[in-house]
């Protein structure tokens, strides 16, 4: 005896391969600006990745021309830097005592 399927048991799997079928489309609609979105972003990180690492070189290119700057006065002046030193020292120490 062979049975004959029940339309009534398989209203759910029709719903759900229905569903399944939507959530496909809608997927494959939205994927292409999702792909867009992504490159976008992608652009706009590598672009300011560059800029950061502009910056820092120029932070860098700027401290080491000032540390130049600072060692050249030392030498060329190591009694008047001794003196600043010392200076500088003893307001530290007496604003550390307080």
Do not use: W
């Amino acid at each position: 005896m062979s049975q004959t399927p029940n339309t009534t048991e398989f209203p759910a799997s029709t719903t759900t391969d229905r569903l399944a079928s939507m959530a496909h489309e809608t997927i494959d609609r939205v994927t292409p600006r999702v792909n867009r979105a992504e490159l976008d972003v992608r652009t706009a990180a590598t672009k300011t990745a560059e800029g950061a690492k502009q910056l820092q070189d120029q932070a860098v290119e700027a401290t080491e021309e000032n540390l130049r700057k600072v060692r050249s006065y030392i030498e060329k002046n190591p009694f008047t830097t001794a003196g600043i030193a010392f200076a500088v020292g003893a307001l530290l120490s007496a604003l550390i005592r307080r």
